[in-house]
């Protein structure tokens, strides 16, 4: 699944709306909110990894690369892709292997509904 710049979130209304009104599960290295929205045509996304998650810009892009793998990898099995999904990285997850990451990730969003 590719994942262009175009079906990010950047509009802060977005955001808090997701905040506000959707779903969201919190795992051990991360936190995944979803709303189902039935004007997308497609899935749109973002990442959020604040400096409590990694202190150093580059172990917060190596973090955010590993999450945006994680959808590029399984997004494609979404029950309903016409949703937003915001994944925000907790404490501890630079510290994580890619395989304990994705663990974490799959497993909130099949709490969530998103995987069968």
Request: aromatic letters at 6%.
């Amino acid at each position: 699944m590719k994942l262009p710049r175009s079906s990010s979130i950047n509009q802060r209304e977005d955001f808090l709306r997701i905040r506000k009104t959707g779903h969201a599960k919190a795992g051990r290295f991360v936190i995944v909110s979803t709303l189902a929205d039935p004007e997308l045509s497609s899935l749109r996304h973002a990442f959020v990894t604040s400096k409590r998650a990694a202190k150093k810009a580059h172990d917060r892009n190596l973090v955010r690369r590993r999450l945006r793998a994680c959808l590029q990898a399984h997004g494609t099995s979404f029950t309903d892709p016409a949703r937003f999904l915001i994944t925000i990285a907790r404490p501890g997850a630079q510290n994580a292997s890619f395989t304990d990451l994705e663990a974490d990730w799959l497993k909130q969003c099949k709490r969530l509904k998103l995987l069968p």
